[in-house]
């Protein structure tokens, strides 16, 4: 993908529970496949059952983090900040401030929904970040990283098939093609699109977009 450079975000996710639970690293390895549009170097298992990737747009890592929520049973660290060049083949080849607020981040045992995120001009305990942007907000990395949490708790409520018809419905089709297509009523399609707040979650992704967006331009 064409990436004129400054500020990305290094989603770092460790599984949860590991040593009683089925290795989950293909299966969010072939979940996140999907996402290549603002993928910058792919999601790939870096130490036991731990995956990274590296994103380039506020969209992709909102739509990472909806995948893992989706999954289920993962511990979401992001970073925002650079990345050193010239760019490596593989993400565990790769080094910047990104990856290491990445790792900070994630390494963060309490924090709300299992998410954290820090940015490179934040870190910990290192105040706030000073941006123009998005009105005047004083503390963009804060922000978006309360939107990810909020969309976060809000996804998580979605059943399997929630889920389901979430997806359907968000690559186009109509109830009424989804009804058909899982041999249910209409209703029962509508019912379950509200269910799983279908509208809530699209609203709140696109606000997450916008918070997380600032963030990246104010590390710039």
Known sequence: MAWEGGAVAVVTADQQASRRRQDLVPAALDLLSGCCAGVLLGFERTVGDEIQGVCTTAGTVVEV???LT???GWRVGIGIGSIERPLPSSTRQARGTAFLMA???VETRRS???LRLLSALTGEGRGSVSTASYGGLQ???RYAESA???LRALASRRTPEGWEVSEMAANGASQAQIAEQLRVSRSAISQRLAIANFDEVNRLAELTALTLAAAMEADR
């Open 70 to 72: 989706r999954l289920g």
């Open 103 to 105: 790792r900070q981040a």
């Open 112 to 114: 709300p929904q299992g």
């Open 139 to 141: 503390d963009a990395a």
């Open 148 to 150: 990810l949490i909020g």
């Open 65 to 67: 983090v909806l995948r």
